[in-house]
């Protein structure tokens, strides 16, 4: 189903559209996929997006010290597994590329419930900073994406063991789609912008923590 849907969306029938699974919190895993991916397709990644998180929102005395543990590896090192193999080949192969990273509006600031979720945002913007400067002497592009809430089943999952008081300040109503969500990064990403918000809560954090971009 998922491959049908996005097929549609070719720009032309030459477009090949692969899809593999694996587990992008296990470094090897992570490589594996990589590799695949070069294999099947027969050339080195130009664009890599890297977007695969969750979040167990609850209060930081009553959590479990594995859901902290498991927030990390999948949020944090899920993406920097797949940049540094990513990079890596198109670094050695002379790719001129872009790499999105996607964090959230957590990255930037944070509050009741979210103690096992935002510092794993907080470390994708660090990375993206670093890497923007870093990367830029081999001609590869670094942006990094921070939606505020986005509907989707991702936030109905959250929401089962999400405090009230999180709730309440989070705003049960406000969010976008995730096809807003993606044509705002697009348009940033068109922009020329190195972090990219679409909500105005965001865009005043985004100014008051703007990095060293």
Known sequence: MLICFIQAFRVNE?????IISADCSNYIESCKAI???ISEQGQIPETVFTCAGTSYP?????QDISVFEKSMQLNYFGSLYTIHEASKKMIENGIRGNIILIGSTLSMLSFIGFSQYSPTKFAIKGLAESLRSEL???????????PGTILSPGLEQENLTKPQITKDLEGAEDGLTPEQC????????KRGESIITSDLISSIFRVSTRGTD
């Open 35 to 37: 590799q695949q991916s």
């Open 182 to 189: 993606a044509d705002a990064l697009v348009s940033g990403l």
């Open 58 to 62: 609850g209060l930081f005395i009553e």
């Open 14 to 18: 030459t477009q090949k559209i692969l």
């Open 136 to 146: 830029l002497a081999y001609g590869i592009n670094v942006s990094v994406y921070l």
